[in-house]
């Protein structure tokens, strides 16, 4: 019987090249998604894998939606924390609103996803908790105070969960990818693009698909020895 993976914000992006890395490695896969249900519709139509809605900044529907999926499926081996939103802004004209959004969904998220699969990962003495950070987490940027703190308090949580974890045979791991060939960094206007790909020594941006290389090799049993760390993909931009 093949291992379950759920994967968040899992029908689009990013997330969706690491379902389908994931399906392609063995595993049976889950993704959550918040919001797009075309977009959701149409990656179960292409993949096969199912779709789950809810909010990860919701614990109860986390709750709600793990327990949905582990009486389809089975029980989660391999958690992928993927999910997040920006809200970006100048700090002097950042809202309490626009930064609590995005802890709640890129920090709490984290959290509120893990904590309900912890207990059944150490009862059964095996999990893969991967958390999908940021290069912004590491260096910070510009107008992104709440996404940086969040993505930099994921790499926190990752260190300290990998700790408690590890004697349960649990690792506990973070990504941090550069910027990746997302649909959202191709509608930016191509002079900016051409700015961000300038400052990245590969001289191009990186492929969803190699960020899902990346959570294969986690999630895999070779990966056993690995825990606590962080993955940082960026083709060179930074380095910590």
């Not at 998604?33 to 990860?56: L, P, R």
């Not at 105070?145 to 260190?159: E, I, P, S």
Request: proline share 4%; with cysteine; aromatic share 8%.
């Amino acid at each position: 019987m093949s291992k379950v993976a759920l994967v968040t914000g899992g029908s689009r992006g990013i997330g969706a090249e690491i379902c389908k890395a994931l399906q392609a490695a063995g595993y049976t896969v889950a993704a959550n998604y918040a919001g797009n249900d075309d977009a959701a519709k149409a990656f179960t139509e292409e993949t096969g894998i199912k779709t789950y809605k809810w909010s990860v900044a919701d614990y109860d529907a986390c709750k709600a939606g793990i327990a949905q999926v582990e009486e389809d499926l089975g029980p989660i081996a391999v958690l992928i924390n993927n999910a997040g939103i920006t809200r970006d802004a100048p700090f002097h004209k950042m809202t309490p609103e626009k930064w609590k959004e995005v802890i709640d969904t890129n920090l709490t998220g984290t959290f509120n996803m893990t904590h309900p699969v912890w207990p059944g990962m150490r009862e059964r003495k095996f999990g893969r908790v991967i958390n999908i950070s940021s290069i912004n987490g590491q260096k910070g940027q510009f107008g992104q105070a709440n996404y940086a703190a969040a993505k930099a308090g994921d790499l926190g949580f990752t260190k300290s969960l990998a700790q408690e974890g590890a004697r349960n045979n649990i690792t506990v791991n973070a990504i941090c990818p550069g910027y990746i060939a997302t649909d959202m960094v191709m509608a930016v206007p191509e002079q900016v693009r051409e700015g961000i790909i300038a400052q990245i020594p590969v001289g191009r941006l990186g492929e969803p698909s190699e960020i899902a290389r990346c959570v294969v090799f986690l999630a895999s049993d070779d990966a056993g020895f690995v825990t606590g760390s962080t993955i940082t993909a960026n083709g060179g931009q930074y380095y910590i």
